[in-house]
């Protein structure tokens, strides 16, 4: 098995290579879970800024999301305006799944 390259102690890392850094194992099961529906009527949609892996996005104007790259930080539920209502229905992936931290 590879390791991954070492960072330069002495250079600042940006988010996305920090990001890079970081190990995937993909869960089958959807564990989060977003009512895209409930979403149209979310005017400022913060979920677009407050995720760093990039899991939502518009894609003509709709709210679209990818969880391939989550880091499981939650902040979008947090974030969320219709939470209450069930928009995002959240959860960690199955064990031994999702993300594996390196370096941080
Ligand atoms: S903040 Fe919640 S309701 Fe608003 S767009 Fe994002 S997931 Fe949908």
């Known amino acids: 098995m590879t390791e991954p390259l ?10 996305d290579e920090r990001l ?23 005017v400022t949609k913060p979920c677009l800024y407050v995720c760093p892996s990039q899991v939502y996005r518009l894609d003509k104007g709709e709210l679209v999301y990818n969880t391939d790259g989550c880091i ?3 902040a979008c539920g947090i974030v969320c305006r219709h939470l209450g209502k069930g928009a995002i229905r959240w959860n960690y992936p199955r064990g031994g799944r999702g993300v594996e931290y390196r370096f941080g």
């Open 6 to 15: 070492k960072p330069d102690a002495d250079q600042p890392m940006s988010v």
């Open 20 to 42: 890079a850094l970081d190990k995937f194992e993909p869960d089958e099961e959807p564990f989060i879970v977003v009512a895209t529906d409930v979403c149209r009527t979310c």
């Open 72 to 74: 499981e930080l939650g």
